[in-house]
C-alpha cells in the first residue's frame, strides 16, 4: 500500500469517526431525567452503533472525541450538559462504560461473519451489560449509597436499553445492506454476501 493510499484510509476512518462523534451528540438531544441523576438518554444507541460500524478499534475514538468536547465544556452530552464536572458526578461511570462498551460491540460483532444475531449480542454485552459495569459502582459511590439497591433502581433503564439493542441491530443490518462502505474498506467486499447470509 502506497502512502497516499494509506493517507486515504486514514482520512475515511477519521471521517467515520467524526460522523459517530457527531451522531452522538445528536442523540443526546433525546433525555428523560429520572431520579437519582442519570437520564434515559439515546445516547447509548449510539455507542452501540458506533461500535458495530465502526469495530473495536475506531469506536472508542468516536466516544473519547465526545468526551474530550465535554471535559473542554461543549453541552455536548444528554440534556446539553458539558464540563469537568460531569466527570464527577453520577453518570461519570456510565460515561467511562461507554469506551469500553464500544470496544466490546466491536469485538463481538466483528469476531465472525456479521449477522443480525452477533450484533444484537454485542449491542446487548457490549452497549447494555458492560456500560452497567462501569456506571452502576460509580453511582452509587457518589450518591453514597449501597451498591445493590443502585443496582436495583437501574432495571428502570433496561426496557429502554433493550428496545435501543432491537434499533441498534436493525439499523445496522440494514445499513450493510444499503452502504457496506460503512464499515470500512476491508468488510466492503464481502458484506453482500455476509447481509445475504445474515
Known sequence: MTMAEQSGDLGRDMARVAVFAALLVVLGTVTIPMPGGVPVTAQTLGVMLAGA???????????????????????????????LGVFLGPTAGYLIGWIAGAIVVGLIVRSGRPSWWRVGLGALVGGVLVVYLFGIPVQALVLGVDLWPTAVSSLVFLPGDLLKVVAATVLTVMLRRAYPRAFGTRDSAAAPASARAA
Open 53 to 83: 460500524v465502526l469495530g473495536p478499534r475506531l469506536a472508542p475514538l468516536s466516544v473519547v472525541l465526545v468526551l474530550l468536547l465535554a471535559a473542554v465544556g461543549l453541552p455536548v452530552l444528554s440534556g446539553g450538559r458539558g464540563g
